[in-house]
């Protein structure tokens, strides 16, 4: 998390470096009366390198996809009643034979 | 031997079997990783926005620089699924669509924005 919003602001700075390379040069486009066709290729490509670091700081600083599986092995609904200590295990039920191995059931 | 009522309230109290697995699901989960779309597409509208503006895009153009930003970020989301949507979402149309058009409305203000600042002014 702190990686990804470091990156993030990286990327952002480096969208306002660029935003102020590409000022400076409108202003020196004015001096020299020529049209503005288009940032320069530095620009450009520091425009790219921002890019990637926003689009990498925005795919891992919300966070990870949760399986949506009912299911699945991290989905388990596993909790213990709290009343752990009203719960008795001598009784008539240890006649039944019992599977081993049964996972817990909603 | 069924453990007693210790449901909590994170999943649908739908009975499932193994055939309609996926007609009930996680909700909460579903809803983070629908929040977690939301959150990239946003900050990515935005980041394309002032883009476009650097760049000084002027029509339909930026519309267009628009729909591929959105493209890939939708790419990116897809793989960040490890391109498995059924086990994170439930259908493909969540990973694809959701969000675009509320990203439209941040990306043209963030154009609009960046293009002053970087051309009028």
Known sequence: MGLGFTVGVIGVLILGHAAYSTIQYRSLLKITEEEFSGPPMEVVLELLVGLLFCMWAALTVPGKFLSVHPHSDENR??????NVDFMIFNHRGRAF???VGLKLKH | MA??????SSSDKKPTDALNDLQTFNAENLQS????IYYSRTF???IGG???GILGFNGVIGIVFYFLVMAVTSAALAAKAKFSVHSYFDSWNR???DGFFGGLMSFVLFWTFAYDIVHIF
């Open chain 1, 77 to 82: 609904v596993v909790s213990l009643p709290e």
């Open chain 1, 97 to 99: 034979s019992s599977e």
């Open chain 2, 3 to 8: 453990v007693g009522h210790g449901d909590s």
């Open chain 2, 33 to 36: 990783n629908m929040k977690v």
């Open chain 2, 44 to 46: 990515l509208s935005i």
């Open chain 2, 50 to 52: 002032v883009i476009a």
């Open chain 2, 95 to 97: 990973i694809l669509l």
